[in-house]
């Protein structure tokens, strides 16, 4: 399993669960630091560092019999690596497009005819659609936490005032975890 955006919010919780699940989980990250917190805090099995490490080579390298499931953060280059590294049946869940989403012009995928010859499926999932299944979601993952089988990391902010500041830190990635920012009155 290979996820983008891995040293997220929502990455780390993906591989966390996806470990827990019994899949041998890769994260991309950008740095040495987000790296090391994937593979030593997390127990992921292998990170690549996506701004220091060539995707190409290292996708290819931790994933010598193709990906089966690629959780998708991030879009562009990185889905682009990712459908070129497909097993047979392979799924890919479109989570969000971090990469994409200050471009003048959205980077679609070129490499999507590996759905077809990999017979592999690319899906769209938002949260909200699972609302009715939040509450089991928040027992199970309390006790996760709980057991110490799910780590949570939050980088917290404080005042409104300084909301430009710490909305830019998702694009820049200067920040571990999940982004707060508190407001207070
Ligand atoms: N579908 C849904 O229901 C749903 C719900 C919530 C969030 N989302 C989406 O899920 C994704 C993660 O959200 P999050 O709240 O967990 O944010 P996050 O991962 O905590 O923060 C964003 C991270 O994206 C990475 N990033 C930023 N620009 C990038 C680029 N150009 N290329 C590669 N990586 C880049 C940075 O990490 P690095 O330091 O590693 O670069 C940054 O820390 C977002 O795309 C968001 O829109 C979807």
């Known amino acids: 399993m290979l996820v983008s955006g891995a040293a997220g919010a929502v990455g780390s919780v993906v591989g966390q669960i996806a470990k827990i699940k019994g899949c041998k989980v890769i994260g991309i990250a950008g740095g040495k630091d987000k790296c090391d917190y994937l593979l030593n805090e997390l127990g992921f099995d292998a990170a690549i560092d996506y701004k220091n490490e060539s995707l190409r080579k290292e996708i290819k390298r931790n994933c010598p019999d193709g990906i089966d499931v690629y959780f998708d953060n991030v879009g562009g280059q990185t889905l682009d690596h990712a459908l070129a590294n497909l097993r047979i049946n392979a799924r890919i869940v479109i989570c969000g497009a971090i990469s994409q989403y200050n471009s003048q012009q959205?980077?679609?995928?070129?490499?999507?005819?590996?759905?077809?010859v990999n017979r592999a499926s690319m899906k769209g999932m938002v949260i909200f659609d699972y609302e009715p299944q939040y509450e089991q979601a928040r027992a199970q993952m309390s006790k996760w936490?709980?057991?110490?089988?799910?780590?949570?990391?939050?980088?917290?902010?404080?005042?409104?005032?300084?909301?430009?500041?710490?909305?830019?830190k998702l694009f820049s990635g200067d920040k571990l975890g999940k982004l707060i920012l508190k407001i207070i009155k």
């Open 145 to 168: 936490i709980k057991d110490g089988k799910l780590k949570t990391k939050e980088d917290v902010y404080e005042g409104i005032d300084n909301f430009y500041e710490v909305f830019l």
């Open 106 to 116: 959205v980077e679609g995928p070129k490499n999507y005819l590996s759905l077809l």
